[in-house]
């Protein structure tokens, strides 16, 4: 008689299985079972002597095999199944002890991934069960390793009655219903259609790939009405800019792009000089603030109208006033940066994968390559500048003083047309306003551009054939512009 054991709770197996081997049962087992039972003394074998055939893709297929499953299901009433096995060269198995991966206990981690959660999902087992479980008239079936001792208690009385071995499949099949329950409930949270896409016409669902809280897909949801796909891309656009600061900071977002960043040493005066950057543009946006949100700073955002507010915490007179609005959305989510995320963007025929442009600016890795040294207050608007200008669309120029963003330019084709638009858009120049570029300057017009609006300070990757242009410009104009050696294109 031959027995297979792959079990992931070992309890009670080693003297379940001493006990099969001293009624003259055979045993076959793989993996972290087989070693154990080795590690024990326990007569095994493994599984290849029955297939012939190694285990492949890390362990996924391993008893997925005929001579696995035809051993299993053979029904022996059957002259043709009993033929087919000989022809084959296939031998009866007669029992099948299969636990399963811990998906439940694996899933119940918040911090779970979806690849961990996959990686748990059993295949070899539950088929095996369902298998030996179909065959119950033949084979027994356990999963509870509660039954072993009353198992071998029936074996050494010759009471494995067919009565006996249909509770055991019975149990089997609840088992194995549970445990794809378990894989449903688990994969429904973490994927939900949505109302509709960027427009009515278009479909829409999001797909968790993590439970990992600093994550916008798995922030708190105080308040407000449920979440759109436009929504979810411009809390996230928010919230990752404002998660890069370390003081109190404020981003306003619209169509993915930032409208109004601002710093401070409260998160009140950071909201107020976001929303002092673009008064207009803010209107119907999203804000993400790095700090808990005060009831100062919640009696300022209840003044305008806004899709989502993002922030770690809000104490609890803010969160009272800002429920007031019933449709606003206001969320609650981790700050803390992750680097080692990925990005994720479908084209047509696949998707592409890159990590996070998680650079910071460094003041010390920075080339002055002027004879104008740029001020304290301009190094400390260039920080500002720099940090947001990676978060706006390519091409992109960002003008900023040491407490915000005064003028925001955006995906344009050319770079002196993403400069006249954040231009355009300033709310003050004067010496302290510095320009940020995402890319370098081919040719010196953005700087000629900047110097005749007032701007003293630039910085840029530079890298370009032509830099010196540029940098001859900014010296005869008495200009100041560093180069960071690296660029922050998004498209």
Not at 201 to 224: D, W
Not at 254 to 283: L, R, W
Not at 313 to 320: G, H, M, N, S, V
Not at 326 to 349: A, H, M, P, Y
Request: a negative charge; hydrophobic letters at 40%; charged letters at 25%.
């Amino acid at each position: 008689m031959k027995a297979l054991l792959s079990v992931s709770d070992k309890s009670g197996l080693d003297t379940f299985a001493s006990d099969l081997v001293k009624n003259g049962y055979e045993l076959y087992s793989t993996g972290g079972t087989l070693k154990f039972l080795e590690d024990k003394n326990i007569p095994v074998k493994s599984v290849f002597e029955l297939t012939q055939f190694e285990e492949i893709m890390d362990g996924r297929v391993k008893t997925l095999h005929p001579s696995v499953h035809g051993g299993i299901l053979a029904d022996r009433s059957k002259h043709a199944h009993l033929g087919d096995l000989k022809r084959n060269g296939i031998e009866l198995i007669d029992m099948v002890v299969v636990n399963l991966y811990p998906f439940e206990e694996t899933v119940k981690d918040p911090n779970v991934t979806i690849e961990e959660a996959i990686e748990n999902i059993d295949i070899g087992g539950p088929t095996m069960l369902r298998a030996a479980a179909k065959n119950y008239k033949h084979v027994i079936a356990v999963v509870d390793p509660n039954d072993y001792k009353g198992l071998i208690s029936r074996i050494e009385t010759n009471d494995v009655t067919e009565d006996y071995r249909k509770e055991l499949m019975i149990k089997v099949f609840s088992h194995t219903n549970n445990y794809d329950q378990a894989i449903v409930n688990f994969f429904s949270q973490n994927e939900k259609t949505l109302r509709y896409g960027e427009n009515p016409q278009q479909t829409a669902k999001y797909v968790k790939t993590s439970n990992e809280k600093n994550t916008i897909l798995n922030a708190k949801i105080l308040n407000g009405k449920e979440l759109s796909y436009n929504n979810l891309r411009d809390a996230d656009s928010a919230y990752l800019l404002a998660r890069k600061f370390t003081k109190p900071a404020a981003v306003a977002v619209k169509h993915m792009n930032p409208c109004g960043v601002g710093v401070g040493e409260t998160i009140h005066e950071a909201y107020m000089n976001a929303y002092e950057a673009d008064t207009q543009s803010i209107f119907g946006g999203i804000v993400a603030l790095n700090k808990e949100v005060d009831l100062e700073t919640a009696q300022e955002l209840s003044k305008i109208f806004l899709e989502v507010i993002i922030a770690p915490k809000y104490t609890a007179a803010a969160l009272e006033l800002l429920q007031e609005k019933k449709n606003l959305r206001v969320l609650e989510v981790d700050f803390t940066e992750n680097f080692n995320d990925d990005e994720i963007v479908s084209v047509s025929g696949g998707y592409l994968v890159q990590s996070r442009d998680a650079e910071h600016l460094n003041l010390d890795d920075i080339k002055v390559v002027t004879k104008v040294q740029p001020t304290d207050e301009q190094l400390t608007a260039m920080t500002l500048a720099w940090e947001v200008v990676k978060h706006v669309k390519s091409n992109a120029i960002v003008l900023a003083n040491d407490k915000q963003t005064v003028g925001i330019g955006a995906g344009q084709m050319n770079r002196v047309g993403a400069l006249k638009i954040a231009i355009e858009r300033a709310v003050e120049m004067g010496d302290n306003v510095v320009m940020a570029s995402d890319g370098f300057f081919p040719m010196p017009d953005s700087v000629e551009t900047a110097d005749k609006a007032g701007i003293k300070a630039i910085i840029q990757p530079g890298g370009s054939k032509r830099d010196q242009e540029s940098i001859d410009y900014c010296d005869a104009h008495g200009m100041a512009m560093v180069f960071t050696g690296k660029r922050h294109f998004k498209h």
